[in-house]
């Protein structure tokens, strides 16, 4: 595993797919037509409010959870990486781009969010390939007991 990986996994190559694929569905939003989410602002603005929240505190846990200097290095299975495998994709992923979707409030940006999953799950296929390379059977035991970009409550 070179330092890039170590240090930034499939997160670069993910957030530019992802990017690329808002820009797309953005030019389609006026194409396609299809309706608002909510017509209610107050509405929007709170479920927008609340998962973008909840996303910069998952953001910011998983920084804290696993230091930049650890990366790659040892296996973190403890804070945020105690719920998810993924939870710096899955602040994005499963939060901020769900809340980001409410803002612009039209069903498209809600196919953009769930068009992400798979993107992501085949994005980070290599990333975990590695990991099972440096860690082995603990990383594979670890993969049972959390989910990619949703909290496993109970293990």
Not at 30 to 59: A, E, H, Q, Y
Not at 91 to 96: D, K, L, R, V, Y
Request: aromatic content about 18%; glycine content about 6%.
């Amino acid at each position: 595993m070179n330092t890039y990986e170590r240090i930034f996994g499939s997160g670069p190559r993910g957030a530019l797919i992802g990017t690329i694929l808002f820009v797309i569905i953005f030019l389609l939003e006026d194409i396609v037509k299809l309706p608002k989410i909510v017509d209610n602002s107050i509405v929007r603005f709170t479920v927008f409010f609340i998962f973008s929240f909840v996303g910069i505190i998952i953001l910011c846990w998983s920084l804290k959870s696993l230091p930049v200097n650890q990366r790659g290095k040892s296996l973190i299975t403890t804070g945020a990486y105690h719920y998810f495998r993924h939870p710096l994709y899955a602040a994005f992923s499963t939060f901020i781009n769900i809340g980001v979707s409410f803002l612009l409030n039209n069903w498209i940006y809600i196919v953009w969010t769930v068009t992400l999953f798979p993107v992501w799950a085949l994005n980070v296929k290599q990333e975990e390939a590695l990991m099972r390379d440096q860690f082995g059977n603990e990383y594979e035991d670890y993969c049972k007991q959390t989910w990619r970009f949703f909290p496993k409550i109970t293990r």
